[in-house]
DNA sequence: TATGAATGAGGTTTCATTCAT
DNA sequence: AATGAATGAAACCTCATTCAT
């Protein structure tokens, strides 16, 4: 989590690498998304920032949107390996979700960039449901529900809640979490936090009875 | 949650009503809302509907996102007293946190457009958070944390969590699942959900070893 | 045929005239068509020349195209009935198709704005034959058919010709000589040119023989 | 008339054959010209269809506009030693004539691109009256006129109509009937529509009284 | 209270075109 | 002979917004 920008990345990890104007454009993107909001960020500002000119924002991509989304892209899979590799040698399904959140606490934390756009700025666009990184989103989900899913089946986790409603309570919990510190600008612990939300979400917000 | 538009309302409950332009304005963004998303709403299309002209709007409202805000404004000032008119009568801290959660899924899942406005469109505008509305929905938030420090108070929940933390994950439960089902369009059982979310939240969800 | 520009018209001869800032959009257009093609013309140049905003021109026509449309239909409105009024009692065929013949040289040769859109731009653009000013083109079209139907009815004219060719034939001929007129700017007359057509396309150019 | 595309040819009869790049954007034109009016075919387009890079078009030719009048060229410089030759052995001037109809009405029946390009597209450009192909045009017009004034020299046509009228109402008749066809993708019987028109052209349009 | 007319400002996008390689 | 990268310039167009009435 140590490079917060992935970009000048391989097209298809072996693939040719992309051309500088492009890389420049996705570059100006993010460090614009650091200081206002995707809406009033303007083509011209994009440009300006990396040092292009409009017409190649359009040469490289579909439209303002779209390069949001290829950004968002180039994160997810800069981001999905990551968190794979996280989880590796991790005996327990319960250590794996603790691992697995406290993952998604960590990249929130460090990338508030990619955080804002996921948390903020695409969630209100309804063609987002229907784009190539909300696919990997929702690989992000799978994975998570797998986990969930061995933790029923060996005993760990209750088996008598659907666990996809386990999976939104617990990235739920993380989400809302992040986005209140994201909009204030307020940094993120992950690992305290994770902590945190494990200690919650694990056991319950019960006071344990006598004997407990 | 019988009068999903609570619009034609007085201005201070106690004052004049509005004047019908006025109301026909935030009736046409309130049906418009239900088919698309407000950044792809026009001013002009909102005057066709309401059936008036585009430069009314900005007699009743300084510009596009404030009337988004007033729409928002209304429909807390709404259900505000009907959430605090819920927890009357309410013995327990969980059980009111229990009651507090059916009524927020109730609202989301009888007004999706309320839901949509507050999960969806209005989180991504930066002077959202300093609007109107917000100071109401901060308030809506006073009174969760207010049961969760009696119930921890009183030993119903536990004490050794931030009570604000306990609050982030009750209520991104709720939003998350709410979020998931108004975008895709999807009805919430607000029974069967509240009913499914205090189990997984109260007690947590780790299978409970015997003799516990 | 005095009125080369007949704009400041009302929009359905009883109907309120039109809004100050769209009359002079298409007399901008107009007065500019005079010196190069639409093609080279710009919105732009159009606001500038009718001193308005370009919005305005979007306010009241679809596009640049549709501007143009208009404006021919306009044209074409203001000369429908010249036409048929020019037609009012002429007795047979021959001598209808005659004047005929000189009302459409004549409209030509005295309006060269509207004999370049109609002879030389819209003809390239394939959504012309679906616009509303291509209609009305074809109603003239429907009044030289009946004139000619009429005249092989009363055996003025040969029988043994479809009347739709006869019509090419004639139109034809009067296009092809405003056409060359109206791209090297030279004059028309509409007297001498409508006689010498007449003799052509009546008796054939084919010297009579003897005893003919 | 059986190659409809005279391309891949050399570039003056006897000289080197063009290279294949060239040769490829010139057929990507005219195989976009079948589907879409050349103000909508974009260089972007043509590159694409031709398999080669946007920047070639500007190795062989000046602009997207010279493109089109190279191929126009092309395609004239094609045609007019076969109705030179169509005319060949020929007595009478009228019988040249009619050849003459025949074999305007034959190339555009056959070359619908062709057709398009003359009949619709370079009109409207004013740079394509002092441009290669229109003095190609004004040699077959040429043609035209020498007949017609012979045939006024040798009694077969009448004398007292300027020859240049003649021509016009010949090629203004063959011009408006493909026209039509053209624009509404029609098929044009030159045999058939040659006889009609020559016997209009040739005898007029008023039935032939007794006697006469 | 409401409107008709018009605008400012900029937005996204297109497209022909060039240049270094 | 051909390309990949990038551009200039403008085109078209949108939209929130204002103002005189």
Redesign the interface.
Known sequence: METPTPKRRSKKETGRAFPPGRIRITEALTSLLTK????SITTAEIAETAGVTEALIYKYFKDKRDLLYQVLREYLEHYEPRIKMDLRGIKGS?NKLRKLMWSHLNVYAKDRVFAKILL??V????DY?ISEPYLLVQRFSGIVLDI?AEGIEN????????PR??R??????????C??NV??NRPIQPEEMGE??C??????????AEG?
Do not use: C, H, P
């Open positions: 206002k909001d995707f809406g319960l903020l700025q969630r209100s666009f309804s449901y969930i005993g760990e986790i209750r088996n008598d809640i659907d409603i386990i939104q309570v617990v990235m739920g919990a993380i989400e809302q979490v986005l209140t909009v204030f945190t939300l200690q919650v979400v694990f056991k319950g917000i019960t006071k344990n407990r």
